[in-house]
C-alpha cells in the first residue's frame, strides 16, 4: 500500500501511472478505462518471454492456470465471493451469453428487464426469444429514478424465470436497488443475471450479501484492465442449473457422459491472450493495494456529484442522472445541440466524455467520472461546456 | 516478398526473425508456433499507443472493425474463400462451438465422427449428445490409414445431419480425404464441420474447391499468431441453417426481432485484445510475402518426410503416422519407453516436441515438423533418440 498523507501527492502519483490521463481529461472508464503503467509493463514483459523461449515450455499450460486461480482468488477478494464461482470471460456480453443460454428455456417462458440496458443484454434476449420463443417482458423503469421495485413486481408472472438488468445503468447512471430486486425475485422463484459492465470497479458490489445469481464483469472499464478480459459470477449452487454451452474443459465420452470442470471455470472458453491476463492481474493488484477499494469508490463517489452540481448549474443543460443514486455516471443533454456534437467538441478541447444513443434507450452525453480525475478537470468541463452553450449549436456544427 | 536466391541464406534471415528457434530446436507448432519479430513489435507498439493515447479516442472502434475486415480479407486469401464467410474467434474449439451450437437439433438427430479427435471436438460433441439427445457415431478410421471413406460411408443413417472431424489428426498426423469426405456428406444431405487446428497453415487449403462447410482455425499454431486468436469459416449459404448462438452484433427488437450482422461476422464474440488482432494480422502479411505459402508448405512436407524416415531408421523406435497421408506431424513409440519420458529428456537436451496422451485416442510422442526447422535439427533429433533409446529406459527415468 503506498501511504501518502497528502491527498494531493496521492493522486499525483497515481496519476503519473495511467499515463493516458495526462493526453486528455479522462472521463470515459464506462467504454475503457486507462491503462496502468504497471499493467503495460507486465504485459509487455510477458509478451518478450514468449518471443524468445516460446509458448511450449513444459509447465507452461500449469503455470497458466495457475495464474488464473490467482485471477479468481483476486475478483473474489474484490466482489466478495468465492473464487470457484467465477469464469474468466473476455467480455460482459460473453458473461451474459453463457447465463442466459446456460438455462434450459421452454416456449413461453419469461424474462423480466428494464427499458434501459445496453444491447450487449439486449441482443442475447432477443436472440433467445427468437430462436427459443421466450417472452421478454420490458419493466418501464424511467431513468431509474422512480419505483423501481414496483414496475419489476409488475412485469413479474408465474412464468418468469429470470430477471436481467444493469446493477448501474450505462445511460442514466442511476444505480438500481440490487438486493431488493434479488428479493423479489427469489420470492417468485427467479433468478437475477447482472449486466455489472458499469458497476465493477465503479461502486463496492458484495456478492454474497446481494445474494445475486449472476454477474457478468468487464475487464477492461473500471477494473482498467486490458480489453478482451472479463469475468462471470455464478453462483455456486446454480452449477446445475446453469449449463455450460460453448465448452471446453471437460472430461468427456463422446456417447453424452461429460464431467465438466468443477466450479465456474466449466463455463469458459479458455484461450485469451496470455499476457493480457497477465496485465489484468498486475491491474487488480495495483488497485488494492496501491490505490485502494474504499479510497476510490469514495472518491467517484465523491467526485460524481462535483460534477453532478457543476453540470447542473449550467444554464440550458439538463443533468438526466438521479442524483440520489449515482456514483461516477453524469448523463445529460442541451437543447439544441445532439449529444454527438457536444462530445465532439469537447474532445478538440482536450476532454473525453461519451454520448449514448441506442434508440429507443435514453440519448444522452454521459460523462464517467474516475476516481483519477481532478476538481480541476470537473471545473473545466463545466467551464468548457458553459462557453460551447453560450456560442450556440452553429458554432459547434460549423467546425 | 524477400528474395533471396540462396535457400540456406533465406531460411537463416527467416529463423532469425522467430527467435524462439535459437532457444531451442521448436518442433512443436502442433501446440503453439514460434512468434516473428515482426508480429510482437506490432503488437507492443499498438499496446504502447493504448497505454499512452488511450482506449477511447474517436474513430478508435471503425478502426477495429477495418482491421478486422483486413484480417478476413487475408484469411479469405490464404484459404480461398470470401471475407464475409469468416468470423474471428479466439480458438479453433470455439469454432467448432459456434457451428455445432448454431444448428437447430432434434433429439435423435446424429453426427459421425472419428476414433482420433481432439478434446475440442470430442467435448462439444459430448455436450451436445447430453445436452440435446443427440447420438454420435465413431467411425473408426484406425490411424488414419485406412479405408477412411468407407469408415464414414458406414457410419451414416438417415439421421445424420453432421460429420465432424479433423483435416490433419493431431495424434497420428493423417491427412484426412477431406474432398471425398464432403462428395459422401453432401450425398446424403449432411454438413461437414472442419477441426483445422493442424491443418491450417500446414497444409495447403482451398475451402472452395474442398466444398466444405465449417471450418474452425485456429491463430497460435501453424499460423504463428499470438494464442487467443483464431477464425472459423462458414460457407455462405449456411447462414440461415447455422444460427448464431453466443451473440454480440446485431440489431435486435427485444421482443424477438433480430437483424444480425451481415456474414459470419454474426457468429463473433468480439472484444480480443486489440494489439493481439494487429500482431495476428503483421503475421499472415509475413508468411505471405516474407516467406511464401508455396514455399513453406513445400519445405514442410519434405522436411516432414525426411523426418519420417529419420526416425524410422532407429531400432526399437515406431514411426505410426501414415508416410503417404502426411505433411509435418510424426508420431511415433519406442517400446519400454513413455512418450513423456521421451519429450521430457529430449527437452532437456534442447529439443521440444510434446507427447498426446489422451486415451482411447493413441497415446504417442510427436514432431512438428516446421518450415522453419533445418535438415540439421532433423538428424540432431534422429541422434538424440537413438543414444536415448539405446542407453535404455532406466536411464531415462533415473534423472
Given at each position: ?41 507486465t504485459l509487455v514483459a510477458a509478451a518478450h518471454k514468449e518471443l524468445h523461449t516460446g509458448r511450449i515450455v513444459p509447465g507452461i499450460y500449469e503455470s497458466h492456470a ?149 454477474y457478468a464483469i468487464a475487464g477492461q472499464k473500471w477494473l482498467c484492465g486490458p480489453e478482451g478480459t472479463g469475468a462471470v459470477f455464478i453462483r455456486q449452487n446454480l ?141 473545466g468541463l463545466g467551464a468548457n461546456l458553459a462557453e460551447i452553450i453560450a456560442a450556440g449549436p452553429e458554432a459547434v456544427s460549423s467546425k
Open positions: 500500500m503506498t501511504t501518502l498523507a497528502n491527498p494531493q501527492t496521492k493522486i499525483d502519483h497515481l496519476r503519473s501511472q495511467l499515463p493516458a490521463t495526462q493526453a486528455t481529461a479522462y472521463f470515459n472508464a464506462g467504454t475503457n478505462g486507462p491503462l496502468s503503467i504497471v499493467a503495460h509493463d495457475v495464474r488464473n486461480d490467482r485471477i479468481r482468488a483476486l475478483l473474489a477478494e474484490t466482489f466478495h465471493a468465492l473464487p470457484a464461482e467465477f469464469a474468466l470471460t473476455r467480455s460482459t456480453t460473453e458473461g451474459l451469453n453463457i447465463a442466459l443460454h446456460g438455462l434450459d428455456w421452454e416456449r413461453g417462458d419469461e424474462v423480466v428487464t428494464t427499458n434501459l440496458e445496453h444491447p450487449g443484454l439486449i441482443t442475447p434476449l432477443a436472440l433467445l426469444a427468437h430462436r427459443y420463443g421466450l417472452e421478454i417482458r420490458v419493466a418501464d423503469i424511467g431513468r431509474g429514478d422512480g419505483d423501481v421495485i414496483g414496475a419489476i413486481h409488475d412485469s413479474i408472472t408465474p412464468r418468469t424465470r429470470v430477471i436481467a438488468l444493469s446493477h448501474l445503468i450505462w445511460s442514466s447512471g442511476a444505480i438500481l436497488p440490487l438486493d431488493s430486486i434479488v428479493e423479489v425475485a427469489h420470492d417468485h422463484g427467479a433468478l437475477v443475471i447482472v449486466d455489472a459492465a458499469q458497476s465493477a470497479g465503479q461502486i463496492p458490489v458484495n456478492l454474497h450479501a446481494l445474494e445475486v445469481d449472476v452449477t446445475s442449473a446453469i449449463r455450460p454451452t460453448f465448452i471446453r474443459y471437460a472430461q468427456a465420452d463422446i456417447s453424452g457422459y461429460l464431467l465438466p470442470a468443477s466450479g465456474a471455470r466449466r463455463y469458459e472458453m479458455g484461450e485469451s491472450y496470455s499476457p493480457s491476463m497477465l496485465g489484468l492481474e498486475a491491474t487488480l493488484i495495483w488497485l488494492k493495494d496501491d490505490v485502494g477499494w474504499d479510497w476510490l469508490h469514495g472518491r467517484i463517489n465523491e467526485l460524481g456529484r462535483l460534477c453532478w452540481d457543476t453540470l447542473a448549474a449550467i444554464p440550458s443543460l439538463t443533468v438526466t442522472t438521479p442524483r440520489d443514486r449515482m456514483a461516477g455516471l453524469v448523463c445529460f443533454s442541451v437543447g439544441g445541440f445532439t449529444p454527438q456534437a457536444i462530445t465532439s467538441e469537447l474532445f478538440k478541447r482536450g476532454i473525453t466524455i461519451r454520448y449514448v444513443a441506442y434508440p429507443p434507450g435514453p440519448t444522452v452525453a454521459r460523462v464517467a467520472v474516475g476516481w483519477w480525475n481532478t476538481e480541476e478537470e470537473i471545473s
